[in-house]
């Protein structure tokens, strides 16, 4: 395959997926695993904060993986996204010290909002678009 192939294809698969929403949740569950077990002098408790963590950014890089696999769930996987976003933030060291929170609300918005682009519609006799 040749470089143009390779950025066509990306491109291709970019248009047809919620690909930059399920971007930005793959990031924020990669970083709230990452803070899951960052020993921080002001969390309220270590014990089911480091479990949760690790579930709940799991849990996003999930949905951003099936996201991409299989486009027709991403209002669902978007919504849901939005809410683990938010239960890591009350659960786990501030959501990844708050970053990775914000990233799992815009990403899952942007998921749940992603619809496939429609054709283009043909214009009209004197050349307006309809």
């Known amino acids: 395959m040749t470089a143009g192939q390779v950025r066509t294809g990306l491109r291709s698969f970019r248009q047809t997926r ?3 929403g399920g971007l ?3 990031l924020a569950g990669a970083d709230i695993i990452y803070f899951a077990g960052y020993p921080l002098r002001f969390a309220v408790s270590n014990g089911w904060n480091a479990s949760a ?3 709940l950014g799991g849990g996003l ?3 951003a993986l099936v996201s991409w696999a299989s486009p027709l769930y991403a209002p669902m996987l978007g919504l849901l996204g939005v809410l683990v976003a938010l239960a890591a933030f ?3 060291n501030l959501g990844g010290l708050l970053i990775g929170t914000a990233l799992g609300i815009v ?3 942007m998921v749940w909002a992603w619809g496939e682009k429609g054709p283009k519609a043909a214009p009209d006799e004197d050349g307006s678009p309809v």
Do not use: A, E, N, V
């Open 107 to 109: 990403g899952g918005s």
């Open 61 to 63: 890089i999930l949905f």
């Open 18 to 20: 919620p690909f930059w």
């Open 24 to 26: 930005l949740l793959l």
């Open 53 to 55: 963590g690790y579930i």
């Open 90 to 92: 009350i659960s786990t």
